[in-house]
């Protein structure tokens, strides 16, 4: 299986459940004895099951940032990990991973084939990523960086012109310059957000908005992303970009 996904099958009494290779949509799962109950909501769990924080994770999440393997912050919540599917049969419960990121493989190829066979795999993910979008606008967080230039550059090889790029963060720096120039030599729409006490509201953490993202960007396993929340939020609220970018 391949793309991003979450999916839960039920064949009478038997239930299969999985997650994509990078856990994009998370499920959670309680299970005791005479229930087995599946939500893509950790505080739902939380607020209807009567859970209380498990004092060892909160331990490891402060240390690390979050939580390993199939816990949460919670006792007897459980996640699906990525790569992972889970058969619930007769009141048994059977485990497995479809991937494990862990190869013992050992390539003999030399560097220039190594080199064309990334290619081509860089080829067949631009497509399919241009598949999913079907025309739909393409919303490209550009940095300084390698990783997101290169997208931009493998969309304008592939002649997808609806790309839009931002940049934000403070003025004139390397990040800023840089992605104006590739944004710019590869014919694409770039805006710099500024982040300063003006484009960041300074009440963010009581802002409805804000609470519903750290809610499903943490989910009770890891620390949230915040960074491109208040870039992303000013693209939205000032309808720069579609709404079914």
Known sequence: ???????????????????????TFPLFYINDKNDFIIS????????????????????????????????????????VQAGEYLIIDHNSLIKNFYLDYLTKKISTKNFSELKLEFLDILRDLIQ?????????QIV????????????????????????FCYTYGRKNTYEVIRSEKVAKKLNYNWLF????????????????????????????????HMQDYFAVKYLHDNKIIDNDA
């Open 128 to 136: 399919r990523f241009i598949k999913f979008a079907n025309g739909r």
């Open 1 to 23: 299986a391949n793309g991003f996904f979450s999916v839960i099958i039920q064949k009478e009494k038997s239930i299969m459940i999985a997650v994509d290779k990078t856990r």
């Open 40 to 79: 893509d909501d950790c505080s739902f769990l939380k607020d209807n099951y009567k859970n209380i924080l498990n004092e060892v994770n909160i331990d490891e999440f402060l240390s690390i940032g979050h939580v390993m393997g199939k816990e949460t912050l919670l006792q007897n919540i459980f996640q």
């Open 193 to 224: 957000i500024e982040y300063n006490l003006q484009t960041i509201d300074q009440n963010y953490p009581q802002n409805n908005k804000f609470q519903e993202f750290y809610k499903f960007a943490s989910n009770y396993t890891s620390t949230f």
């Open 140 to 163: 490209i967080p550009l940095s300084g960086g390698y990783d997101s230039r290169l997208i931009a550059s493998l969309l304008r090889q592939a002649n997808y012109d609806n790309v």
